[in-house]
């Protein structure tokens, strides 16, 4: 699958082979661009909503036209069968409270999205990391939890078969899921706690071992490589 090499916006006014493409100086100049860019504004700073409001959204300046986007893609493409979701970091070294430091990430800093997408690598709905999703936590839902099954209500009731890494990955939102008709599949952090008290602590295995345990609808097998 060809995947997008551009790493800065400069990037898509390049002549080099690797990022060239022409579309891009034929509608509009570089330097006019940026000027456009310096100025660009989505909301009127006079209509910023009440900071001490519990509901305060943090993106209120971008909510508009982030919730276009969003909505565009599900109104215009139906995704295929099999779907992942995952966070990423956006290059960002502008102002934000929101914006994240991943030391072991290739762009430590910038905004950290959360994202579903198909197979064939289309965006099909995506969400600013805020900090921890505490309007939705209660006793038996995690923020974690709340993010995931949010991620996937566009893809509810029509059998999708969603994919993530661990961080996601654990019982609660597997079996919430399940109930709505999305199958789950994941790797697994070892200290889960799920996983802690079916297969122990410290699991003594030899070199092409495997191991099986079985739990309502979730299965989780363990190799040794």
């Known amino acids: 699958m060809w995947q997008d090499q551009r790493d ?49 959204d943090q993106l209120w300046k971008m909510r508009a036209i982030f919730d276009k986007f969003n909505n565009s893609y599900a109104k215009y493409y139906s995704p295929t069968n099999h779907l992942a979701v995952d966070d990423i970091i956006v290059l960002f070294k502008g102002t934000v ?24 690598g289309y965006t099909y709905n995506v969400t600013v990391y805020l900090g921890k999703n505490r309007k ?25 078969k969603l994919y993530m890494g661990n961080f996601f990955s654990y019982p609660a ?11 789950c599949c994941g790797t697994v952090r070892p200290n889960r706690k799920w996983i802690t008290k079916y297969f122990g602590h410290k699991m003594k295995m030899k070199s092409g071992d495997l191991k099986t345990k079985v739990k309502g609808n979730l299965t989780a097998p363990v190799w040794k490589n």
């Open 8 to 56: 800065t916006v400069k990037d898509y006014w390049s002549k080099l082979e690797q990022y060239f493409m022409a579309f891009y100086g034929k509608t509009m100049k570089q330097g006019r661009f940026y000027r456009i860019l310096r100025f660009l504004n989505f909301s009127d700073n006079k209509n910023e909503p009440d900071k001490t409001d519990e509901n305060y």
């Open 97 to 120: 409270f929101f914006k994240q430091y991943i030391p072991k990430q290739h762009k430590q800093l910038g905004i950290k999205l959360y994202k579903v997408c198909d197979s064939k």
């Open 173 to 183: 939102p597997f079996d919430d899921l399940h109930t709505k008709t999305l199958n």
């Open 136 to 160: 939705h936590v209660t006793p038996s839902m995690t923020a974690t939890h709340a993010t995931v099954t949010g991620l996937a209500a566009r893809s509810e009731r029509v059998g999708h």
